[in-house]
Nanobody
Framework: QVQLVESGGGLVQAGGSLRLSCAAS????????MGWYRQAPGKQRKMVAA???????TYADFVKGRFTISRDNAKNTVYLQMNSLKPEDTAVYYC??????????????WGQGTQVTVSS
């Protein structure tokens, strides 16, 4: 079994910053892409940022220049540094990862979600 455990959400004023963390644990052979999605009430879940083992990250246009994704591959952890937060960033943020177990089959895993609320 694989678990993704997120932390770091909370309430912040507009213009403030938060840092989300997501640690993968369990029967992990390898991890490909790790990323973050978000879902606001009544809206579809959307990709926020993603990063492979190497190479450049991918960002949604609505967070470019404000959010930074990073990974610590040794710790199987992905981070999302969120700066210049806006009220429209309010959502539940979900960690996502493409993980191969010891059967070496890639599967998609999701974290439980962490609430980010930005007040105006």
């Amino acid at each position: 079994q694989v678990q993704l455990v997120e932390s770091g959400g909370g309430l912040v004023q507009a213009g403030g910053s938060l840092r989300l963390s997501c640690a993968a644990s369990g029967s992990i052979f390898s991890i490909n892409t790790m990323g973050w999605y978000r879902q606001a009430p009544g809206k579809q879940r959307k990709m926020v940022a993603a990063k492979g083992k190497g190479g450049s990250p991918t960002y949604a246009d609505f967070v470019k220049g404000r959010f930074t994704i990073s990974r610590d591959n040794a710790k199987n952890t992905v981070y999302l540094q969120m700066n210049s937060l806006k009220p429209e960033d309010t959502a539940v943020y979900y960690c996502n990862a493409q993980i191969a177990n010891f059967d070496q089959i890639l599967r998609t895993y999701w974290g439980q979600g962490t609430q980010v609320t930005v007040s105006s």
